[in-house]
């Protein structure tokens, strides 16, 4: 059914740092989409500029005066056609002109709003009858690095995927007790603890690198038993934040220690050996395309994914899949801007066998597109966190949506991590 845009609405909200980010409505005859944009914080160097100069409030009045009148009249189910179009109005390579987070929040509620229009939800819309597998929920625990500071872990975020449930509300349910029990496991050790959150609703505590690995393997260890399945553990160690290009080294100012890229190397296969880890995301910095191909030759069963090395840039992932550099990549749409440019990266990943991991930003809100998108496009695992309200509104709507399958959901196929 044609679905021809009537009107978009740009307004000003706030994410879950209580930063200003926009909000758009685009509305047809017979349907609505809203979308709001997400921020990170420790943003990769090759994504797009999230707004123009003048912020938000510039965004709306570019959206009002230059882009409304170009997109209103175009049918909301021509998605190629509405990116192209405001790539066409930006006119810079890195939509430093209308705003990145701009581009995604027109560019996703109008797929919203085309879904809605043809009575659809908008996993059914994007990804057809063949999709009907659930991701994997892959969610912070504790946090360090740019993400908590003070006395905080070095490595950016301790992670739980718990990749042996049977279905999606197990596997989410069996993060948030594994969230839970870490809690209790910090309170004990430290009478001082705050039961401080970081914006993801991970743990910030005043413990090292080592200790919050024996923490959280403790509380993965004594969940699984309990549960009888894998609950496996994963890190994003955000290696550009630890890089020194002046000296070369990773300096973890916690433990007082600096790494070059082979004690790097070393570092991190010792830490996969050690606590099985299923999944390590950046463990070199942005431009070391190199050594996340040596890792990826050397690790085993466990998914080596690149998020600010790829910047879900399909150029960045090329460059990847010739030199084998990882085998999953981060889908973050707003370090593109556009659907269809975050779908040529995702097929790109797909036809190379890169497992593409739908994730959302540190600054985010309860706007829960990306846990529709995840199963749109086959993203076999998310990262949307375990508890916080922005996180909580991703898993629970992939729980409406594995109810709304019934029969027909399947866990998605995370073969390589059977072996964990
Ligand atoms: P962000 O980072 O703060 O840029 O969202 C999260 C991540 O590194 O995965
Ligand atoms: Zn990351």
Redesign the pocket.
Known sequence: MAAVIEDIIARKVFNNRGEETIEVDVITAQGFGRVAA???????KAEVVYYPTGGVDQAIKKVDDLIAPEIVGLNADCQEEIDKTLHEIDGSKDFRSIGGNTAYAISLACAEAAANSNGLLLFQYLGGHIAHELPYPLGNTISGG??AGGRSPDI??FLVISHGADTFLEAASANVQVHKRIGEILSKKDKLFSGGRSDEGAWVANIGNAEAFEVLAKACEEKSGELGFKCGIGI?L?SSSLWSAKEKKYDYTRENQKRDSGEQLEYVLELAKKYHLAYV??PFHEEDFGSFAELSKKIKNCLVCG??LFTTNSERLNRGVKMHSGNAI?I?VNQVGTLSDAWETIELALRNGYAPVM?????DTCDWHIAQLAVAFKCPVI?AGVVEGARTAKMNELIRIEEFLGDRAKMADLEMLKEV
């Open positions: 997400p921020a990170g914080k420790s943003r990769g740019q993400h950016q975020e994003d955000a995301e950046d998020d600010d981060i973050k994730s959302h930003r540190s600054g990262k």
